[in-house]
């Protein structure tokens, strides 16, 4: 039964879209699916609207296949949707959505075929050079941008995606996208600083004639500080007003202090919005975490996209170490690569300091890096930390004492000894881990909250039935805790 009403339609879909995502997912419904806005029904087709190109392509390519599901649960295997494209602009500083020229806007998308849209450029008059200060132009501006912290070696995995893909897609279009200003926001060392630099370097890479720069928030601070002492404030505001991309890395530190310059920042802030220039910004937190900066600011920040960056997956650190040594030129068995993957697990500053401990205590002592070596050294790395025992973790030392590759426990096989190791992990991971029933599943094969209910149920029956699994079980977890 076809539904009349566009709005009850597309509210069904984010329903069972959230559902399906579950509440883990819950930060890749909102940014993704959150602000679609449904436009209109025309028989079995929902026309949507979302904020830009790049949203649109994201969705194309990681969700196409859950909206294609929705769309024909509530309208019928005929059932389709469309894209409108929307250009967000300002207008003194305040945001305003603008909807295309009506031939670009009704030139909807489908996500299936992929029809473009064409957009027609603003005309943009030219704006003064505002440099008042002597003998200084653009073609002299430091970036202060680092050469070794790039996209290329800015390893990607699920934990930066989004954040990674929004960067590229900035560099692209500086200032042009919905994601301005672009906020990255995580714990320490998880790579937020590597990426705006990265950012940055491509963004000058791709527009050379672009005025890139790199500050941090304390520099800034300082700077403004010494403006206001040497009475040139005026010069400092018009200098970064005249910035191109301006990258403003842990700007957490200006909480509870720095008053006038943050409201120095606001107005430059403003400024650079209003002219379409690129702003991105790093934060050890989300702007709604952010303590001490002044409400307008804060506001300014959620403006456009904010991406975090979470602790990389036991893949995502193996491809970093690799990564790492590939650039240094050395090689190094995957078995010391694995051991180092799978016991550091805070951060990518300490996996890559792990490494180079490593490297330091070979060469110093004049000693071939073997897998005993390894151990010995991040034993010692780690014995002052509790190490958190993590899902992949589990896997990983299942899959070794079953005699498996860890990878097997990914694919669909019903072999009694690939099931029985994933049975296992599961059963480890809800006992030792706080991880959700969901986030098991997901990990272990991409499985449902059932499925691990039922494989745990499963070991704690042989468990007291089977003297041999009894047995498996109790030196597993030995080696768990060891």
């Given amino acids: 039964m076809i539904v009349e009403d566009y709005k009850k339609v597309w509210a069904n879909c984010l329903e069972i879209i959230k559902d399906t995502l579950g509440p883990?997912?819950?930060?890749?419904?909102?940014?993704?699916f959150v602000p679609i806005k449904p436009l209109q029904l025309e028989g079995t087709t929902l026309i949507v609207q979302v904020p830009s190109h790049f949203f649109y392509e994201w969705l194309d390519t990681h969700y196409i296949d859950l909206l294609r599901r929705v769309i024909r649960m509530q309208l019928g295997t005929s059932g389709m949707l469309k894209y409108s494209v929307m250009m967000d602009q300002t207008i003194n500083g305040d945001p305003i959505t603008t909807t295309l020229p009506s031939q670009a806007r009704n030139a909807?998308?489908?996500p299936l075929t992929d029809i473009p849209v064409n957009i027609n450029k603003e005309n943009t008059r030219a704006i003064p050079d505002p440099f008042i200060l002597p003998g200084l132009n653009k073609q002299r501006i430091n970036s202060q941008l680092s050469p070794n912290y790039t996209l290329e070696n800015f390893v990607e995995g699920d934990c930066n995606r989004l954040a990674r893909s929004a960067g590229y897609a900035v560099a692209e279009k500086p200032g042009q996208t919905s994601f301005n200003p672009l906020l990255l926001h995580s714990n320490v060392g998880l790579g937020k600083t590597h990426l705006a630099n990265a950012i940055g370097l491509k963004t000058k890479e791709m527009h050379p004639d672009k005025v890139v720069l790199y500050v941090t928030s304390e520099q800034f601070m300082a700077q403004y500080a010494q403006a206001g002492r040497d009475g040139t404030t005026n010069d400092f505001i018009r200098?970064?007003?005249?910035?191109?991309?301006?990258?403003?890395?842990?700007?957490q530190?200006?909480?509870?202090k720095g008053q006038k310059t943050q409201e120095a920042f606001f107005h430059i802030f403003n400024h650079l919005h209003q002219r379409g220039c690129q702003i991105i910004i790093t934060s050890d937190k989300a702007p709604g975490e952010l303590q001490g900066l002044e409400p307008r600011l804060i506001s300014r920040?959620?403006?456009?996209?904010n991406a975090d960056l979470q602790a990389p997956d036991v893949e995502t650190r193996k491809r970093i170490l690799r990564q790492k040594l590939q650039n240094d030129g050395i090689e190094m068995s995957d078995e010391v690569v694995e051991y180092i993957a799978y016991n550091i697990n805070t951060n990518v500053r300490e996996l890559e300091g792990a490494l180079i401990s490593l490297m330091a205590q070979s060469s110093l002592n004049h000693k071939q890096i073997t897998l005993e070596l390894t151990k010995q050294m991040i034993d010692k790395y780690v014995q002052s930390n509790a190490r958190e025992i993590t899902i992949d973790y589990i896997q990983k030392v299942v899959c070794d004492y079953l005699q498996l590759p860890v990878e097997t426990i990914q694919n669909t096989s019903r072999k009694r000894e690939i099931v029985q190791a994933r049975q296992l992990s599961m059963y480890f991971a809800k006992k030792i881990t706080k991880s959700s029933l969901a986030v098991i599943g997901m990990q272990c094969g991409n499985k449902d909250h059932a499925t691990v209910l039922h494989a745990c149920k499963t070991i704690d029956n042989l468990r007291q039935t089977d003297r041999h699994m009894r047995a498996m079980v109790d030196e597993l977890e030995k080696k768990l805790k060891e």
């Fill in 108 to 110: 909807v998308r489908n």
């Fill in 24 to 32: 883990e997912n819950r930060k890749a419904y909102e940014t993704w």
């Fill in 239 to 251: 200098f970064y007003e005249q910035i191109d991309v301006l990258i403003i890395d842990d700007i």
């Fill in 301 to 305: 920040l959620k403006w456009g996209l």
């Fill in 253 to 256: 530190f200006w909480s509870g």
